[in-house]
DNA sequence: AAGTTTTGTAAGTGATTACTCACTTTCATT
DNA sequence: AATGAAAGTGAGTAATCACTTACAAAACTT
């Protein structure tokens, strides 16, 4: 990964999550990174390429987020590290997850039968167990619960970050576990 | 508003949930609808008129189910309907509200300071009303977590449509009211 | 230092796209 | 039936965009 490679993928990045994937041309890209347009074809074959080289790195951060929750040895740390992933993350890269975000809804993703990665589903099946330990009667169906929530607060955090809203919202979310 | 009138925004709306805003032609509109390319601007001005009528609809409709959840007295029955909302939504027009929703992540609608319709507003209030008189301690926050669970809730139902998913994801939800 | 691979550039190019325009047809009103 | 307005057409067109290609500079290998 020379710099130039590394230079045009965080434009891509900030781009596509300011502008939109479709609405960003590779002109613009090559124009902002301070490199020649072809250099982007050369390094990452087409636009598309670009892109799945942007959400390549997605998994990884995801990754290193479930190792850190899985680690914790009580139910309810990891339930409430869990709700504080939204925050988190948009703390961190909010351009970044907002781009994975509003993925979701694009055709390309959207079809493409979505598989959870293997870390998404070790903590899936953490907070199930957790949850089971603490006497929940339906686990499953809390964990359920509970990844709603998180959609619904990023969804929340992506829109108005406001800061007391973040953080009162985030302090009665907690409070409901447990119950 | 003439036959034709009609048949674009139709078309339009199944074009844009399906494949996307930017990625449909008003050339391939125009074909799939059985009118000149011209008939498009002539009624709608530009591209962007075309979506800001369809969006125009969306209120419309969202005011009807606003005011079904506002006739029924019961607080609980208020809740429920609101966490049965997202599946009246997708059954009856599914690409209609897939579209909405992913609009929510495009640049131009979501920059433009998002303001709930009055419509919304009134759901709101009548919702916290309601969470007060079941003897919620904070009922404003209560609804937060409702809004997020709708959020999230519809995202899942956007994402994987199994009929027994939803079935039992939704009797759960309103087991949770009253807790 | 010579040779080879990799990185980088600049100037295209063909295809696509939103939109226009000159014109015709349909329709409502008198 | 005449007229004016609205609805509808279809052939452009200028601009944009993803991508290519021919070539040069840099870096790595021996």
Redesign the pocket.
Known sequence: ?????ELILVTALRLFAEKGF?????????KEA??????????F??????MDAIVAMSEERLSANAERILQLSNPIDQIHATLELPVKLFQEEREFWMLQFSLKWQKKYKNQTYTPSPAHLKVIQALTDGFRALGYAQPEQEVKILMMLLDGFSHQLALSPSPEYIETTLAFLKSKYPN
Chains 1, 2 share one sequence.
Do not use: C, W, Y
Not at 1 to 5: A, D, N, Y
Not at 45 to 50: E, P, Q, V
């Open positions: 990964m020379t710099e130039k490679q479709d609405t960003t041309p590779t002109s613009l890209i090559a301070g490199v020649s347009e072809g250099l982007i074809f050369r390094h074959t087409n636009k598309d390429g670009l």
